[in-house]
């Protein structure tokens, strides 16, 4: 049985501080500090310090050791624990709050929900806000703690690190919002860890890209040693440690239809700031639009262009925006020096790259609407294609800018794209003009899409048709890019065959006049160049085929008949008998069938003698093709059939969509409609997944016709007026008159006999400009057409209308087909 003395001694400890008992546990022990501190194995200073009270709530690893050293019973190792337990709840101090945001939060409600769901999961130890500069990540940070502050029991601690200079500095500033005081600088981190030890807290640390390392290394132990920390961190760049989740904070949805205005955050956002500076848009929105949608709706980018409504209009301050971003600063006078301005912003960012990672920043500007990996890793290298470790070490460089939130990623069936936001590459672009790298960054960034344009000019044809034209598709704005370079620094072997590659795609995809500018521009460049002959053959064929389907048949003859003399002359048969189907297309078009027929045929003995199935194929469709618009539908619908057959072994989409088209028109003249419309409605269907313009121009007219020769007049005019909409945009005068004539037709079958004489005369005029007669095959409809509505209306009356239509341009005409309510006022301008 213990002592009286032993019990008082018992007694005497309770309410004792845990320093004062450490103290007399060491004296009653005969031990020194330094004594004590060797056999614990911790430092002069923390025993000093406990003994003291300058630090509080020691791990129980450190009692335990403490305890040891003392050998201490179990009575009195748990009167120092509960001393410890007890000074460190009497010690603990206020966290520093979070601050209250001074504006409103607009449109964000659904990415606080998200982010707070995910802090709220006890599975998210980590959460990093990550976007580029101006995104608005710590706005969105500020609200996100707000929501979720309720479920931390021992509260949100704010931890702002912009204004933090040195990366040593990020653990006493987190010391510092936690509300303590620790001593010992060489275990800093760990003694936070002890103080917060088991506290259920939500720590929040706001701008650490620029002291990302320590942040990220203070952040792992802390997680380490405190299983109730959730940390909150907004960042341009991901901390990469394990357990760490990510939410990439996006910009504000803008509106992508004029319906859309009133709902879209970044249009009310900018509508908000202005009124703000005392300037209400008001009945402006769709310049607010043209605003937003130009910054992508970036926040800052937002904010600080509304802001530009104290001396601009917002009409002036979206024509500003067209061609610069750099009226956007003048932030908050409050604000630090990156959200004063947007170069600013984005500068910041630029700062803490590396040398290599800078480099490759600025050399990706030079893409246009997004890259590929292969694309970034030649531009890279310089090369046209990248080897295996250059790519490598482009693809690293890529994922640490995508990481830094410089450049964006999208998936899309299997594969990577990358793009910045149109206010990062303007800031590259500058970079790169600084670096003086510019010119042969765009060489070899020309190089590149050449050698792609070449490469899938030889699958345009085949069963990846459609593959190849969207990847074309998707890296127009490079091609643009790259043939502008070429044109622009003469250079001509460049500029000849990458016209020259794309002419066919021009085709497909309806880009008919633009591509006709770039062959003749790149024509113009070689006229003497004896060794881009081969090249020249082809892009003469292009220009012409383009000018044909515009309906410049003079300059479309002329340039065939070039490119056929030069394949003869280079003695190239199968570019010689695809020139002839050329010439034939323009001699169909003029009425001339004979001399369509007879190129045809000649075309298809060369492709013959070739063995060139593809070839033979198309020839047997164009003769089918000249037969049906003569009237000779048997004939028409052996040869298509046969040439149906063919493309489908073959896979190619649009011969075997304009085979169908043919049959399809073949039965709707012979009267069977329900065959034509299944026709139809395949070639339609193949048409628009390939993305073949033509075709599907092609086939909502035919459709449309069966729909009126079925008596269904509404159904026929929505998918004529889709069809001469499409024939229009295209360019394509020839096919344009054919359906204002079917329009006329319904028309008259609606008792619209004004309108129908007014879209009769737009044909005629048409017809007269372009030299292109009525095709046989549609001449005994026409012919109706014109006799009912001459007999519906007085001489006079006719004449005017006919006339008004004459007189008045496609672009006018093809505005769409008038309703009830609109026929009066549009007979009033006959």
Known sequence: MPSDGSRRGTDDVQGTGFGDLLRRHRRDAGLSQERLAELAGLSVDAIAALERGRRRAPRPHTLRLLADAL?????????????????GEAQRSPVRPVPVATVELVGRAAEVAEAGRLVGERQTRLLTLSGPGGVGKTQLVLAVAGAVAAGFEDGVCWVPLATISESTAVAPAIAAGLGLHPVDGARLVEEIAEQIARRHLLLVLDNCEHVVADTAAVCAALLEYCPNLTVLASSRELLRIPGECVYVVPPLAVPETDEQLDASPAVRLFMDRATARGHRPGDQIEYVAKVVRRLEGMPLAIELAAARTNVLTVEELAAELESSFAILSGGASTAGPRQQSLAGAIGWS???????????????????????????????????????LERAEALDLTGRLADKS?????????????????????????????????????????????????????????????????????????????????????????????AGALWLFCYLRGHYAEGSEWLERALALTDDAADLRPYQAKARLGAGMLAFLQCEYDGATKRLESALTQYQELGDTAGAALVMQRLGGVARERGDYGAAEALHCQSFDLFESLGDRSGM?????????????????????????????????????????????????????????????DLLQESLALSQRLGYR?????????????????????????????????????????????????????????????????????????????????????????????????????????????????????????????????????????
């Open 71 to 87: 050998k201490l019973g179990a009575s009195d190792r748990a009167a120092l624990g509960s001393a410890a337990h007890s000074d």
């Open 350 to 388: 630029h700062e803490l790259l590396t040398r290599t990672e800078r480099g490759l920043f600025a050399l990706l500007s030079v893409f246009v609407g997004g890259w590929s990996l292969d694309a970034a890793a030649a531009v890279f290298a310089g090369k046209t294609k990248a080897g295996p």
């Open 617 to 677: 194929a198309w020839a047997h469709n164009h003769l089918g093709f000249v037969a049906w618009l003569r009237g000779d539908l048997d004939i028409g619908a052996r040869r298509c059939r046969k040439a149906r057959d063919s493309f489908r072994v073959l896979g190619d989409g649009e011969g075997l969509a304009w085979s169908l088209i043919s049959l399809g028109t073949i039965a709707q003249y012979r009267g069977d409609l329900t065959e034509a419309e």
């Open 694 to 830: 033509e075709g599907v121009a092609w086939s909502l007219n035919q459709l449309g016709i069966v729909e009126r020769r079925r008596g269904l007049t509404d159904r026929a005019v929505h998918l004529l007026d889709e069809s001469l909409a499409e024939h229009r945009d295209l360019g394509d005068r020839w096919r344009s008159a054919s359906v204002l004539e079917e329009l006329a037709t319904v028309a008259r079958d609606r008792d619209r006999a004004e309108y129908a004489a007014f879209l009769l005369g737009a044909a005629d005029g048409i017809r007269e400009v372009i030299g292109a007669p009525v095709p046989e095959v549609e001449q005994a409809d026409l012919r109706a057409t014109r006799e009912a509505v001459e007999r519906a209306l007085d001489h006079r009356a006719f004449k005017a209308a006919w006339s008004a239509g004459r007189a008045t341009p496609l672009s006018a005409v093809a505005d769409g087909y008038p309703g009830p309510a609109a026929a009066p006022d549009r007979s009033t301008r006959f």
């Open 406 to 498: 410089l450049i964006r990623v999208h998936r899309d069936r299997g594969s990577a794209r990358y793009d910045m936001l149109a206010v990062i590459r303007e800031f590259a672009v500058d970079q790169l003009a600084v670096s003086g790298r510019a010119d042969d960054a765009a060489q070899h960034h020309a190089a590149f899409y050449l050698a792609l344009a070449e490469e899938a000019e030889a699958h345009l044809r085949g069963s990846n048709q459609g593959d190849w034209l969207d990847r074309l598709d998707g890296e127009l704005d490079n091609l643009r890019a790259a043939i502008s370079w070429a044109l622009r620094t003469r250079a001509s072997a460049e500029a000849i065959r990458l």
